[in-house]
T-cell receptor, first 112, second 117 residues
């Protein structure tokens, strides 16, 4: 089963524009992580935000978390063609000994 | 090693055969995860270990699937009597911290692509 659902499923933007992807989840979490996957490759961790945090930054990435709405967003500023990839959110629920569960992902295409 | 290593990278087998997929995690990493990923989908959880102990195998589709990590390092995912529906990319990941509560960053391998004819 998948806890997180990304929105939109696919996003196409011009280089230099900002890209925003959203993730909604169903049950209370300990933390939420975002991963990136280039076509056919392994997933790469981008950022982790804990349930008591509201916003985190890492370079051109900004992640927000709203636990009241059970949602998170990933913002990539000043996008580049190299940002073209699939982006996944992954959640760890706080209901006990549970694994990290991934959503279906957002496919981002950045056009040069 | 420098990263998570999976072998074989590609495996083609005939229906009914058994296959074993190997994962060599980053040295010293406590937890090890197995996921399965269909094309265009996110990774689907199969099972995970903290050290040699299998913590959760609720994601294994049926009893043809099993996994072990006997010495708390290398893990093997075994699929018995393979079926065409088992065809997928199987991904392994490891983490420095124990999984299940406040899981940290996962480091993924490149995966093992299984094709069952």
């Amino acid at each position: 089963s998948q806890q997180g659902e990304e929105d939109p499923q696919a996003l196409s933007i011009q280089e230099g524009e900002n890209a925003t992807m959203n993730c909604s989840y169903k049950t209370s979490i300990n933390n939420l992580q975002w991963y990136r996957q280039n076509s056919g490759r392994g997933l790469v961790h981008l950022i982790l935000i804990r349930s008591n945090e509201r916003e985190k930054h890492s370079g051109r990435l900004r992640v927000t978390l709203d636990t009241s709405k059970k949602s998170s967003s990933l913002l990539i500023t000043a996008s580049r063609a190299a940002d073209t990839a699939s982006y996944f959110c992954a959640t760890e629920t706080n209901s006990g000994n549970t694994p990290l569960v991934f959503g279906k992902g957002t496919r981002l295409s950045v056009i040069a | 090693g420098a990263g998570v290593s999976q072998s074989p990278r590609y495996k083609v087998t005939k229906r009914g055969q058994d296959v074993a997929l190997r994962c060599d995690p980053i040295s010293g990493h406590v937890s090890l995860y197995w996921y399965r990923q269909a094309l265009g989908q996110g990774p689907e959880f199969l099972t995970y270990f903290n050290y040699e102990a299998q913590q959760d195998k609720s994601g294994l589709p049926n009893d043809r699937f099993s996994a072990e990590r006997p010495e708390g390092s290398i893990s093997t995912l075994t699929i018995q009597r393979t079926e065409q529906r088992d065809s997928a990319m199987y991904r392994c990941a490891s983490s420095l911290t124990s999984g299940g509560t406040h899981t940290g960053e996962l480091f993924f391998g490149e995966g093992s692509r299984l094709t069952v004819l």
